[in-house]
């Protein structure tokens, strides 16, 4: 069920309960920036989401009010779990819905990383 429209923070959601080590994740990778872990509903071979630590509800919100040092440390985390799963070279999609049009889910910014095969078209022509 997508979020129905970009409200304040709310702590209770699932990746700040993941984030406070309150739910499990399959991790694939921690620094002080993000965390990311692989999706419990994958719809890729290779399908992980990257979460920031802080508390931002989307991308407005974090370029908006994040750090100098969360953003870059957010996107380097990025980088890095694309290399550490090996997408380089075939490729790979990173998404982030944001808001009830887009199907965002949990209100925390999160991009979605997908690799392992072809994935084609960005949305149906």
Known sequence: MAVS????????????????GELPCNKVYED????????IAPKAP???LIIPK????SFA????NASEAEIAGFTRAV???S??????ARGYRLLSNVGEEAGQEVPHFH???????ALGALLPG
């Open 46 to 48: 290779v399908h992980v």
């Open 54 to 57: 802080g508390a931002y509800v």
């Open 111 to 117: 991009v979605h990383l997908f690799g392992g095969r």
């Open 61 to 64: 919100d974090f370029s908006r």
């Open 83 to 88: 290399r550490q799963l090996d997408l380089e």
């Open 79 to 81: 980088g890095t779990v």
């Open 5 to 20: 429209g970009i409200g304040p923070y709310d702590p209770q959601n699932v990746f700040a309960r993941i984030l406070r």
């Open 32 to 39: 002080e920036y993000a965390l990311a872990f692989h999706d």
